[in-house]
């Protein structure tokens, strides 16, 4: 691409948008961070509830696998 040829205004319009997406970005990040405070504050383990998140969004054909694998890999380290 010749730099002679760059659309500014183009550009900038590309660049204000991700900047903008970015800021709600983290807004959305501080308000889930305050739902895990206040999820914590009523006695819940944030850890283990961020755990059945990421599940959640799993596969459930996958989710069984890899439980049927830790299941494996504990039962060989006498954990289970």
């Known amino acids: ?21 970015e800021e709600e970005k983290r807004a959305i990040s501080d308000d ?5 405070a206040e999820a914590k504050g009523t006695g819940f383990d944030p850890k283990v509830m961020r755990k059945i998140v ?4 799993q596969d459930k054909h996958k989710r069984e696998e ?12 006498g954990m289970e």
């Open 1 to 21: 691409m010749d730099t002679n040829a760059v659309d500014g205004g183009h550009l900038l319009a590309f660049i204000e948008r991700i900047e903008k997406l």
């Open 32 to 36: 889930i961070k305050d739902v895990y």
């Open 54 to 57: 990421s599940l959640r969004r």
């Open 66 to 77: 890899e439980e049927e694998i830790l299941g494996l890999y504990l039962s060989a380290l």
